[in-house]
């Protein structure tokens, strides 16, 4: 909350506000500008009652600026959270990159990825079993027996797991297959599966709602660390706006944004932002480059035949050339890409 007062009010006045404020055991940052005197409140000052300050002498306005959400925020935590998928750390000095198809189709397919994956030194291994489908007469998924194929493929390339839950009744079963579980876009706002998520010990990929406000994504985290769960990455995979030329709008802002409101860490989907497989290059580079913690890309063996979202995905070369750029853009940073690999993939 902060307090600003008349530009004619006088010492004593603000004296008594401030006391008032000590009052609540809270304390005071004052700033005396040439105009006028802006008093804020420092700590939770949820108890305090913006009328009961209004009224007093001196006192010209009084706004309420303390966050929504509190366990996300950098205020509640100054360093940044590197969330631990089973050894893959995300929010460190590391770009890690997980890929893979939108669904798990077949045998075939998932593990000719998955090597293609562990390759070019992705490290987590994505591929839907649960699939939210617009069209409920689209592909909706192979279900527990795609989760099984996602684990064995991810297994054979030492890679992690990441996968779409869609339903609380889904979080017992995938709990032995996945590392790292996804919530999706449409989620983001449900709330029942989030708190239930919040109660397990098994991290969290959050997806920025279709049109969900950065408030509104960092309230939907706090849902889950609200329960303990404080293993929570965000992922930026694009926003409805009004142009038709991609299928989303891809907020790359919202990376800075985060980084500085909240000490969780952000990963970017260039795949679903962008909808056309010539735009996710570029835009994977330019998340890497706007400081983003990882990326989500979707690639597919034969993104012809693919059951989902094949016009998004990155035939298996693109995926190695993106990763080689990437790395580039990474290492100029200071940070790293996980190098190729040749022991025998
Ligand atoms: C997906 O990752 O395949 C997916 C459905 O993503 P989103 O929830 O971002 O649309
Ligand atoms: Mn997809």
Do not use: N, S
């Given at each position: 909350m902060v307090i600003v007062m008349d530009r004619y009010s006088t010492p004593e006045q603000i004296d008594a506000v401030i006391e008032k404020v000590h009052g609540f055991g809270l304390d005071v940052h004052r700033s005396d500008g040439v105009?006028?005197?802006?008093?804020?409140v420092v700590g939770?000052?949820?108890k305090l009652a913006r009328e009961e300050f209004l009224v007093m002498p001196g006192v010209t306005d009084v706004v309420k600026i303390s966050s929504s959400y509190k366990l996300p925020s950098r205020t509640?935590?100054?360093?940044?959270?590197?969330v631990d998928v089973e050894g893959v750390l995300?929010?460190?000095p590391e770009v890690v990159v997980m890929a893979g198809p939108c669904s798990v189709e077949s045998e075939e397919q998932i593990n000719v990825s998955a090597a293609a994956v562990a390759a070019s030194g992705g490290r987590i291994l994505r591929g839907?079993?649960?699939?939210?489908?617009s069209s409920p007469s689209s592909f909706q998924g192979l279900g527990l027996d795609?989760?099984?194929?996602?684990?064995d493929a991810a297994d054979r390339y030492g890679l992690k797991v990441v996968s779409e839950v869609m339903s609380t009744e889904q979080i017992e079963t995938m709990l032995p297959y996945v590392d790292l579980f996804q919530v999706g876009a449409r989620n983001m706002q449900n709330f029942t599966m989030l708190t239930e998520l919040g109660k397990q010990r098994k991290p969290v990929l959050l997806k920025r709602g279709l049109s969900a406000t950065?408030?509104?994504?960092l309230l939907s985290a706090e849902y889950l660390m609200a329960g303990g769960n404080m293993q929570v990455v965000l992922c930026e995979r694009g926003i409805r706006s009004y142009d038709q030329q991609t299928r989303n709008i891809m907020d790359i802002s919202s990376i800075p944004v985060v980084k500085h409101l909240s000490h969780l860490p952000i990963v970017a989907d260039p795949s679903h932002a962008t909808g056309i497989r010539d735009y996710v290059a570029p835009v994977a580079r330019a998340a890497v480059a706007a400081g983003a913690d990882g990326l989500m890309v979707e690639i597919h063996p034969n993104p012809e035949k693919a059951l989902s979202d094949g016009p998004q995905s990155l035939y298996l070369d693109q995926f190695a050339t993106l990763m080689r750029r990437c790395r580039i853009i990474a290492t100029t940073l200071g940070r790293n890409i996980a190098p190729e690999r040749d022991d025998g993939i």
């Open positions: 105009e006028q005197t802006v008093l804020g939770h000052g949820g509640f935590q100054k360093d940044d959270t590197i995300i929010g460190g839907g079993a649960y699939k939210p489908r795609g989760l099984k194929l996602l684990r950065i408030e509104e994504w």
